[in-house]
Nanobody, 125 residues
């Protein structure tokens, strides 16, 4: 079970940090990916982190503004979001993919094992 938190309302140019916590089993062998679903738009994979935490990837739309990280001891993955414009308004979801190759993740992948329910991020003035 994955549970996102940290969403809410923020003004344009502001920052938020989302968390994705795993209840139950650990995430040591799970790559974690963040997706977002904006109204009227397709779901977009925006960032991933390998199970080891050593590799991260970002979609061009968030590169340079978002930072993904993980703390396997806490079974939690974070997404720091900065310089947010209104276009970042969306439901943000995290998902996990079990893998024995702990150094890889693919931000383009849609084949995930578990999904969180999502959390709303609204950027407006």
């Amino acid at each position: 079970l994955l549970v996102e938190s940290g969403g809410g309302w923020v003004q344009p140019g502001g920052s938020l940090t989302l968390s994705c916590a795993a209840a139950g089993e650990g995430l040591d062998y799970d790559a974690i990916q963040w997706f977002r679903q904006a109204p009227g738009k397709e779901q977009e994979g925006i960032s991933c982190v390998s199970a080891s935490g050593t590799n991260t990837h970002y979609a061009n739309s968030v590169k340079g503004r978002f930072t993904i990280s993980r703390d396997n001891a806490k079974n939690t993955v974070y997404l720091q979001m900065t310089n947010l414009p209104p276009e970042d308004t969306a439901v943000y979801l995290c998902a996990s993919k079990y893998t024995l190759v702990r150094t890889l993740c693919d931000v383009r992948s849609r084949s995930m094992d578990w999904w969180g329910a999502g959390v709303l991020v609204k950027v407006s003035s």
